[in-house]
């Protein structure tokens, strides 16, 4: 007893003098010590002589990314600039800002603005999900702060955002609207899907996803083997940036400057690290990816589901170009695997899918036997037809069909998880795109 009763004072003795201790590290209390923290952030943000350049990774946009500028000022107020559109990239919007101790510190933009934007869980707003928007953040929890560089993480989606302490000519760039050059959006108007710019020795494949930004890069090295980094772009005064830049051993690509659009022969010429280089259009992949199809395919059957698109076919530059949407009470296209059997075949169907009378309805449906080759590329032979086609829908339909059913087949590009383009092996002129 006597031996555990000096173990017990050993013990109390060691807790007292911990506390002690701590008494003596903090020698003030927690909230002064975090309202010391916040203001030093906010003089960190305040004091940037020259703003801050921005930003922002959308959770729901895999590696893409908008530029900001911001402004902080006192009494808690913010200018900014964002390139989210055109009118935005040039016109100063103030709005309301603040830090506050949550679980850790974090900045808040807390009235409407441009960082609010994409946020927006309303999709006409933003081009996302309706309900989520972009799944975008308005208030960042602060990683870390360093000399010029501020790391954040939206408190909701997990969103990533940067700050980079801006130069002069950043903010009178953005303040003297010298951001205006947005001539990269032209790209759209290759008649191929596929399309090419050599730098240095090495020829690079480029897509772009302009409802993403995002552009996957792809090229084969000396050895053969294929390469593809997917990163995000921003517009730029002359062009746009890429973050992050894409490395090629000692070849760093940070972006395309000095964009210009030849209207006449539809080509954009680029400046890429000094040099001068052509955006070319291509009809085929650089490096077709042999698994890419069957990934497609199995995503849908593995989970009994289906692949949609709003608009069907873009084809020789034009949008829906058999006039799907111009289809009475049209709202999806889907494509369906292992829909049903006939006989001892499997097929699959591309159902029409209409909204009457508040609910879905699939009225008709054409169906197919696809087939996959090595290289990737998949053919879709025509089966027949499911149901009976309106006389009014029956020339878009019969169009889409055989548009689908061309011999040629198709090759599939991976633009993430949930989302691939089919584009025609043909001549790489048509293409379809699919949201799971």
Partial sequence: ???????????????????????????????????????????????APYGWKGFIFPSGQPNGVFGFYFKFKAANRVEMF????????????????????????????????????????DASVNGGEYGSGLSSDFEFAIDSVKADTIKLTGR????????????????????????????????????????????GATTY??????????????????????????????????????????????????????????????LLTVTVNGAATIIAPAATPIAPDPAVSTRWYQYALGQGGYWITATGFHVNGVDDAFNITKIANFYFLMYQPGYGVSGTTSYDITGYVKLIG???????????????????????PYLGYLGTIPTA??????????????????????????????????????WIHWQY
């Fill in 393 to 430: 829908d029956s020339i878009p339909v019969a169009k889409t069909r055989i548009q689908f059913s061309d011999a040629s087949g198709y090759y599939f590009v991976q633009l993430n998880e949930t989302h691939y383009d089919m584009v025609s092996a043909k001549d790489g002129k048509a």
């Fill in 358 to 380: 508040g609910g879905l309805q699939l009225q008709y449906a054409p169906a197919f036997v696809p087939t996959t080759f090595a290289n990737g590329r998949m053919t879709f």
């Fill in 205 to 266: 494949e480029i897509v772009p996803n302009p409802q993403s930004k995002t552009v996957t890069i792809t090229w084969v090295d000396g050895s053969g083997v294929a390469h593809t980094v997917t990163t995000g772009y921003y517009y730029t005064t002359t062009g746009i940036g890429f973050v992050p830049p894409v490395t090629n051993g000692s070849t760093t690509i940070s972006g395309f400057d000095n964009i210009s659009w030849d209207a006449v022969n539809s």
């Fill in 156 to 199: 909701k989606n997990s969103s990533k955002a940067w700050l980079i302490k801006a130069t002069k000519q950043d903010m009178d760039d953005y303040y003297n609207k010298k951001h205006t050059n947005r001539l990269f959006n032209n790209i759209s108007k290759y008649l191929t899907y596929f399309k090419r710019i050599t730098v």
């Fill in 1 to 47: 007893m006597k031996k555990r009763a000096i173990l017990y004072f050993i013990v109390a003795s060691v807790v007292v003098g911990s506390c002690k201790k701590d008494k003596t590290v903090f020698s003030e209390t927690a909230d002064e010590r975090l309202n010391k923290v916040l203001t030093a952030y906010q003089d960190t943000l305040i004091n």
């Fill in 82 to 121: 964002s390139d989210f559109d055109s009118l935005s990239n040039v016109t100063v919007m103030e709005s309301s800002w603040r830090l506050k101790a949550l679980q850790q510190p974090a900045l808040i933009f807390d009235t409407y603005s441009y960082v609010t934007v994409l946020a927006d869980p």
